[in-house]
């Protein structure tokens, strides 16, 4: 099945697919282009039940993709050459909606902003200029740039995000969390998987773990608050400490880590990277 509609500027896209692939790429103009591809009977089935049409949402060009999901699938079969995969391509900017058991996402270019719910579906996506919000059960989140608020309710699938510009809230049992950089307050939970945090600049970080470890990496030339406690861990940090208020006019970042029985390390963040020239350094 394959479709085009017409739309003027971004639009926002809604796509429910239990099970299978999707493949979102911002990078066409004044359309959006959906194609659904059966790879077995019972999914070409589905595929011909499937509703595919433009509406209007809050003045803006909205796209659904809805298939169904019959009693009795067995989404077990969904390897190799079967299942369903769901292709579309979209202006820039647009808004990605998806809501799947099992169908991994995957999301090229420039989105506007990103909304998921997912079983054990993967969620990657480059960039993101708008807010995130991602529900998981044990699918690996991924995602290269958010430029607005972000947060990941997991349970046991990881998450590495390289850059967040707003504030990131990430809850988590079993998997690890990296982020590499956070210009914005940081909130991070979780049981046994381990926290890495490249890169914190300003405002209130907020790191609590059970089991798994944590470090953290202050960019230099933020001033720093420091509040660290573990049960039988080891902290460990290579700051200078004191007890005065920290001075200068760099940015402050305050602290806060525990741990049961993780290590906590705070470390000086290496060299800002280009697009972070405007950063206290």
Same mark, same amino acid.
């Given at each position: 099945m &394959? @479709?085009? =509609?017409?739309?003027?500027?971004? !639009?926002?896209?809604?796509?429910?697919l239990?099970a299978?692939?999707i493949?979102?790429? #911002?990078?066409?103009?004044?359309?959006?282009?959906?194609e659904?591809? !059966?790879y $077995?009977?019972?999914?070409? *089935?589905l /595929? $011909?039940?499937?509703? /595919?049409?433009?509406?209007?949402?809050?003045?803006?060009p909205?796209?659904?993709v809805?298939v169904?999901?019959k009693?009795? =699938?067995n989404?077990?079969?969904? =390897?190799?050459? &079967?299942g369903?995969t %769901?292709?579309v391509? %979209?202006?820039?900017?647009?808004?990605?909606s998806?809501?799947?058991?099992?169908?991994?996402?995957v !999301?090229?270019g420039?989105?506007?902003g990103?909304?998921?719910?997912?079983?054990?579906g993967?969620v990657?996506?480059?960039?993101?200029?708008?807010?995130?919000?991602?529900?998981?059960?044990s699918g690996d989140?991924?995602?290269?740039?958010?430029g607005d608020?972000?947060?990941?309710q997991?349970?046991?699938g990881d998450?590495?995000i390289?850059?967040?510009?707003?504030?990131?809230?990430?809850?988590s #049992?079993?998997?690890d969390?990296t982020i590499g950089?956070?210009?914005?307050?940081?909130s /991070?939970?979780?049981?046994?998987? $381990? &926290?890495?945090h490249g890169?914190?600049? *300003?405002?209130?970080?907020? #790191?609590?773990?059970?089991?798994?470890?944590v470090?953290?990496?202050?960019?230099r030339? +933020?001033?720093?608050f420091?509040d660290c406690n573990t049960?039988s861990?080891?902290?460990?940090?290579?700051?200078e400490?004191?007890? $005065?208020?920290? !001075?200068g006019?760099?940015?402050?970042?305050?602290? *806060? #880590?525990?741990?049961?029985?993780?290590?906590?390390r705070?470390?000086?963040a290496?060299?800002p +990277?280009d697009s972070t @020239?405007?950063?206290?350094?």
């Amino acid at each position: 099945m &394959q @479709q085009s =509609f017409e739309v003027a500027g971004p !639009a926002e896209l809604e796509i429910r697919l239990a099970a299978g692939d999707i493949t979102v790429d #911002a990078a066409v103009d004044g359309r959006v282009e959906v194609e659904l591809i !059966a790879y $077995d009977e019972e999914s070409q *089935r589905l /595929v $011909d039940e499937a509703t /595919v049409e433009l509406r209007e949402h809050s003045g803006r060009p909205q796209v659904i993709v809805d298939v169904p999901n019959k009693r009795g =699938f067995n989404l077990g079969q969904m =390897f190799g050459r &079967q299942g369903i995969t %769901c292709r579309v391509r %979209c202006p820039e900017g647009s808004g990605l909606s998806t809501k799947t058991k099992s169908a991994d996402l995957v !999301a090229h270019g420039v989105l506007g902003g990103l909304n998921v719910s997912t079983a054990s579906g993967d969620v990657e996506a480059d960039r993101i200029t708008g807010g995130v919000n991602v529900k998981s059960a044990s699918g690996d989140v991924s995602i290269r740039e958010a430029g607005d608020a972000v947060n990941v309710q997991n349970a046991s699938g990881d998450v590495d995000i390289e850059s967040v510009r707003g504030p990131i809230n990430v809850n988590s #049992a079993s998997g690890d969390v990296t982020i590499g950089e956070a210009y914005d307050n940081v909130s /991070v939970n979780t049981v046994s998987g $381990d &926290q890495d945090h490249g890169a914190v600049m *300003r405002g209130n970080v907020s #790191a609590h773990a059970v089991s798994g470890d944590v470090s953290i990496a202050v960019r230099r030339g +933020s001033k720093v608050f420091l509040d660290c406690n573990t049960v039988s861990g080891d902290t460990r940090s290579e700051l200078e400490l004191s007890g $005065d208020v920290p !001075a200068g006019d760099g940015p402050l970042v305050e602290i *806060r #880590a525990k741990t049961v029985s993780g290590d906590i390390r705070i470390t000086r963040a290496p060299a800002p +990277s280009d697009s972070t @020239q405007g950063v206290h350094a």
